[in-house]
Every structure is written in structure tokens, then in C-alpha cells.
């Protein structure tokens, strides 16, 4: 069965770098997209991230454009992302999310990891 | 910057119907971005419900339903149970890879 699961979380000052990775099984990881998704506390759903199947192209939201960074190692069946300049604001539980391969929608969901950016 | 709108909250009695809806703040929703719904109750992660505007994910009862009416996206749940209460998120796909999500529905049962 498809698993993801999310790790990296944790407590990070406004300023700092913080990488969440995701460990995918169950499915043949190096023919899916996959992406970021995040909540923060209270709030809704805001999507972070894509990245391809064989990892080439990556899109990115706004709020996170040019801090944020999503890699995958599909020989590890692993998905990454580097949060570099975190402020308060992206403070949430961080969820992977696969993509079904042909389809825009987000088909499997890890339990995400909380990110707190705090001083 | 494109908003997806969703009603805030809704209310429903056992056994009703509800329809919740997906629009944008300009313009209409049509097929084309394909719609997919998703629901959360508090601490768990999201379950996927409806994908490409009304095809059911595996495992989702037929009580949920997925449409276009008029110009936005709408998930329809018929026949409500008290776990259904939860929140309710659409998302819209707006091409390049960029997926929007709603602010979502918080949907009370009762």
C-alpha cells in the first residue's frame, strides 16, 4: 500500500534553514509527481510545491518562491524540501502529497510534520 | 491573484443533502481546471473525495458527488452522516503545475 512519511520537523528560529523530507513505499516512486502541501495552525490548505516525476521541473508558490526548494532522490524514494529564510508566516504542519500520474489532483497524503518557526 | 472561494460554513441535518461550492473570485469554473475535493476532520491529514470535477476516489461512498453547476465546482453529499462533519477543501488547477486550494467548508452536521 502507498505510504508516505513525512520527518524533519521541528522548532526553527526566523532567519534559520529547516530540510522536511518525505519517505515514499508502496508505489513506484520515480513515475509520479510529487508535491508540498501546508497548514498552518487554525488555518487552511495552501499548496507549496510540485516537483516532476524525474524531478526536472519544479513550480513553486508565491509565498515561498526563492526560499523554499523541492528535490526528490528516487533512488532513495525520497522527497525534500529546503526551507532556507523561514519566518513566522511559514509556520504549519507540512504534508507530502502524490499526484496521480496523469491526472492534476493529489491522490495519497502523508500525516504531515510541524514546522514552528519561533525566536 | 486568483482566489478560490468557498462558503465558510454550512449546515446540514441527518439524512439531508448539502451542496458546497468552488468558484473564482473572477471568472468561472469549468472542467478545465479540473476540480478535486478533499476532506479533514481536525489532526488528521486530508482524504481525497472527488477528482476530475466527479469521479469518486476509491473507497468514497456514493453519497458524495461531484459536479459543475453554473460557474463554479460543487460537491454534493446526499443523505449526510454524523461523520461527515468536517472540513471541506476544493482545489483548482491552474496550469504549470500550480494547484490553488478554497479556504475551505467547515460543514456541521446536526
Known amino acids: 500500500q502507498v505510504q508516505l512519511v513525512e520527518s524533519g520537523g521541528g522548532v526553527v528560529q526566523p532567519g534559520r534553514s529547516l530540510r522536511l523530507s518525505c519517505a515514499a513505499s508502496g508505489f513506484t516512486v520515480s513515475s509520479f509527481p510529487m508535491h508540498w502541501v501546508r497548514q498552518a495552525p487554525g488555518k487552511g490548505l495552501e499548496w507549496v510545491a510540485v516537483?516532476?516525476?524525474?524531478?526536472?521541473?519544479?513550480y513553486y508558490a508565491d509565498s515561498v518562491n526563492g526560499r523554499f526548494t523541492i528535490s526528490r532522490d528516487n533512488s532513495k524514494k525520497t522527497l525534500s524540501l529546503q526551507m532556507n529564510n523561514v519566518t513566522t508566516e511559514d509556520t504549519a504542519v507540512y504534508y507530502c502529497?502524490?499526484?496521480?500520474?496523469?491526472?492534476?489532483?493529489?491522490?495519497?497524503w502523508g500525516q504531515g510534520t510541524l514546522v514552528t518557526v519561533s525566536p | 491573484q486568483t482566489v478560490v472561494t468557498q462558503e465558510t460554513s454550512f449546515s446540514v441535518s441527518p439524512g439531508g443533502t448539502v451542496t458546497l461550492t468552488c468558484g473564482l473570485s473572477?471568472?468561472?469554473?469549468?472542467?478545465?481546471?479540473?476540480p478535486s475535493w478533499y476532506q479533514q476532520t481536525p489532526g488528521q491529514a486530508p482524504r481525497t473525495l472527488i477528482y476530475n470535477t466527479n469521479t469518486r476516489s476509491s473507497g468514497v461512498p456514493d453519497r458524495f458527488s461531484g459536479s459543475i453547476l453554473g460557474n463554479k465546482a460543487a460537491l454534493t453529499i446526499t443523505g449526510a452522516q454524523a461523520d461527515d462533519e468536517s472540513d471541506y477543501y476544493c482545489v483548482l488547477y491552474m496550469g504549470r503545475g500550480i494547484s490553488v486550494f478554497g479556504g475551505g467548508t467547515k460543514l456541521t452536521v446536526l
Open positions: 502529497a502524490r499526484a496521480d500520474g496523469l491526472l492534476p489532483y493529489f491522490d495519497f
Open positions: 516537483i516532476s516525476s524525474a524531478g526536472t521541473i519544479k
Open positions: 473572477s471568472g468561472s469554473v469549468s472542467t478545465s481546471f479540473y
